[in-house]
Every structure is written in structure tokens, then in C-alpha cells.
């Protein structure tokens, strides 16, 4: 039942019912009257949410969730990415390091420093036995052990590779072990007069003779008619 408030000016106010669709009110005499003015109130509880309010905040918050799930997911990619590089920077630092060493050690056992000057130490490097001097062949063993060939120079000789290395004795073109062998052997030629570069072979790109060395006291020997052996070793001039 609805409960309304009857007002009329000549009747005391009276509460009414309605227990139809018809408003009526009693009289004093137990009469059924229709009221000249009635006054309903209405005693409407509060709505709750719809069906379409709750499926929008359902929404609303699978938005927002997913927005933290990527904002996580790019926070973890980041973080794995930076670990990863970090362990990665280790490996490469401790396989450099470990190269280094078995650098050192196979410098120690096959090479010889023959001088230093700016910066630069020259060495004769052991050549592996059974290896032909041909071209190439002086590059890939001062490589071995971490070094460079050394260039004739200066800058724009046709002999010098694309892997030699460029210093302050580079400057006789076609004759790369000259400028060392004055400063070893008093001035003199890598021939017989300087027994401290025999058998050694400098790095020399396109000529026919492949490698240029210094054997028997003969300057320039052809590597290519020559190999290292263990009774009689050959040397490739290097530079660190």
C-alpha cells in the first residue's frame, strides 16, 4: 500500500490508502470519499545500479587493469633487456680478457720484441710450421697473437694490404724491413749484415713473389719458395 496525505479545507487531515489503482479516503462515518485534494507521498526507495552502469565500471576497470598489465609487461621487457645486456657485457669483457691472456702466452712462446719506438713495439712472430710464405701468410700469423702486420708505407703504397698496419717505420715502399734493419744492424740492409732478421718476411700485397723476406742473407727472398719448418722456422714481422 501507498501511503498518502489527504488535505481538505473543512475536514480534519485524514491518512488514505489505496489499495487499487482508485485513491480514496474515510470519513469520520466510515465513508468512502474521494478526496478534493490529495496529496501523495511516495516512499520510493533508492535505485540501484543498472545493468549497463555496472558493464561500464566492469569496462572502465578491465582498461585500467590492461593498461597496468602492458605498463608491467614493459616495465619486465626493459628489465630483462638491461640484464641481459649486462650479462652479455660480462661474457664479451671475460672472453676479451680470457683472449687477451691466451694472447700473452702465445706472444711469450713465439714471438720476439725486436723495438719500440712511439708506442709501437715490432716483434718477429714464429710462423706455424708447414706453412707457405705466400701472400697473406705474414697478416694471418701476427693476427694469431694479436698483432698487425706491418705496411711498407708510406700512405698510398701499392704494396701494402688492406690489414696491415700503418706506423712510423712504414716509410720504404717495397722494402718494409729496411727502416728496421738500420736501426738494428748499424745502418745496414735485412741481408747477411743483420743475422737478427733472418728468416723473417714482411706482409707485401701483389707482387709475384708473394711475401718479401729476408733468408740465407738474401733480401728480397720470394715467399712463395719457402716454408717454415721446425729445423728452420721462418718469422713474420709484426707490429703491437
Not at 488535505?7 to 487531515?13: A, C, G, L, Q, S
Not at 710450421?129 to 698483432?147: L, N, P, R
Not at 700485397?205 to 723476406?213: A, D, L, Q, T, V
Request: glycine share 8%.
Amino acid at each position: 500500500l501507498r501511503k498518502a496525505e489527504m488535505m481538505d479545507k473543512n475536514k480534519d487531515h485524514l491518512d488514505v490508502y489505496t489499495d487499487t489503482e482508485e485513491v480514496y479516503y474515510t470519513t469520520v462515518k466510515g465513508e468512502r470519499r474521494s478526496p478534493s485534494v490529495v496529496r501523495l507521498t511516495v516512499e520510493q526507495e533508492t535505485p540501484g545500479p543498472s545493468i549497463q552502469s555496472v558493464q561500464t565500471q566492469i569496462q572502465q576497470l578491465n582498461n585500467k587493469n590492461k593498461k597496468l598489465m602492458i605498463a608491467a609487461a614493459a616495465i619486465l621487457l626493459v628489465s630483462t633487456a638491461t640484464l641481459g645486456l649486462m650479462v652479455y657485457h660480462v661474457q664479451m669483457q671475460a672472453c676479451s680478457d680470457g683472449e687477451a691472456v691466451d694472447n700473452l702466452k702465445q706472444i711469450a712462446k713465439t714471438a720476439t720484441k725486436l723495438y719500440t719506438f712511439e708506442h709501437y713495439s715490432y716483434y718477429k712472430v714464429e710462423v706455424d710450421h708447414g706453412t707457405k710464405m705466400i701472400e697473406g701468410s705474414v697478416a694471418d700469423t701476427c693476427h694469431k697473437v694479436g698483432m698487425h702486420a706491418v705496411c711498407d708505407g708510406p700512405s698510398g703504397c701499392k704494396y701494402d694490404s688492406e690489414v696491415c698496419r700503418m706506423t712510423p717505420l712504414s716509410t720504404n715502399c717495397g722494402n718494409s724491413l729496411n727502416p728496421l734493419s738500420k736501426l738494428l744492424c748499424n745502418g745496414n740492409k735485412p741481408n747477411k749484415n743483420c743475422p737478427l732478421l733472418e728468416g723473417m718476411f714482411a706482409d707485401h700485397k701483389g707482387w709475384s713473389g708473394s711475401e718479401c723476406g729476408n733468408v740465407g742473407g738474401r733480401w728480397c727472398a720470394q715467399g712463395k719458395d719457402f716454408e717454415s719448418k721446425k729445423e728452420h722456422p721462418l718469422f713474420a714481422y709484426c707490429v703491437l
